[in-house]
């Protein structure tokens, strides 16, 4: 499988099924990082949280490396978590946006 085989793969999964299951990424992580924090007390931001899960994905991608093997769905994985990093930042900014035009006429 190319590399552009792997990005539609995360592409489909990020945009499709889970997104509607999960709902917008800023949301789920949220959601995730607050749990998180009522867990261990530490405070995460979406950013972080998802980021998070790029680590995982990317230990993961490391051990099997290490043992000769190729772990597909961990690529495809880490590829999706990037995407919804992106997916993260581009909604923070539309709302900082949002924000700032309805403060500017206020």
Same mark, same amino acid.
């Given at each position: ?56 994905? =990317?230990?993961? *991608?490391? +051990?099997?490396?290490?043992?000769? $093997?190729?772990?597909? @769905?961990?690529?495809?994985? %880490? &590829?999706?978590?990037?995407?919804? =990093?992106?997916? *993260?930042? +581009?909604?923070?900014?539309?709302? $900082?946006?949002?924000? @700032?035009?309805?403060?500017? %006429? &206020?």
């Amino acid at each position: 499988m190319n590399g552009s085989e792997i990005l539609t793969e995360a592409h489909q999964l990020v945009n499709g099924p889970r997104q509607d299951a999960y709902s917008h990424p800023l949301e789920d992580y949220s959601k995730v990082a607050s749990l998180f924090h009522d867990m261990t007390g530490i405070k995460l931001t979406a950013e972080q949280a998802v980021t998070f899960m790029i680590c995982v994905k =990317l230990a993961r *991608i490391a +051990t099997n490396a290490r043992r000769g $093997r190729w772990h597909h @769905d961990s690529v495809v994985d %880490t &590829a999706g978590y990037l995407a919804c =990093l992106s997916m *993260i930042h +581009t909604r923070q900014e539309e709302l $900082r946006r949002e924000w @700032d035009e309805h403060h500017a %006429t &206020a």
